[in-house]
């Protein structure tokens, strides 16, 4: 099937780090620009980071900049999300995404192209 699947996530004591990935099944990510949204129980969803297809352009929502860090390997079909110095307000499940716009403030609201199931990121003491 054409689908995203995320892993990495899990609970992690508030400072503490983890990495997500975003793997790609059934097409390539080549053409595409990928997205981390993320969203709390309760909460609208967020938009957290994105790449751009080449991986030279990124952007990252105010909350996360300086702690969180986006990459992608093309040739394993896989974008990380490294998070760094980790809040309890950072909780929630992330997904990623993938569209055909460029990455940049506005991707967020128009990232439609293919959606992963998510995966649970709990920080707490």
């Known amino acids: 099937q054409v689908q995203l699947v995320e892993s990495g996530g899990g609970l992690v004591q508030p400072g503490g780090s983890l990495r997500l990935s975003c793997a790609a099944s059934g097409f390539t990510l080549d053409y595409y620009a990928i997205g981390w949204f993320r969203q709390a129980p309760g909460k609208e969803r967020e938009g957290v980071s994105c790449v751009s297809s080449g991986g030279g352009s990124t952007y990252y929502a105010d909350s996360v900049k300086g702690r969180f860090t986006i990459s992608r390997d093309n040739a394993k079909n896989t974008v990380y999300l490294q998070m760094n110095s980790l809040k309890p307000e950072d909780t929630a499940v992330y997904y990623c995404?993938?569209?055909?716009?460029?990455?940049?403030?506005?991707?967020?609201?128009?990232?439609?192209?293919?959606w992963g199931q998510g995966t649970q990121v709990t920080v707490s003491s």
């Open positions: 995404a993938a569209d055909w716009a460029r990455c940049g403030s506005s991707w967020f609201s128009v990232a439609s192209d293919y």
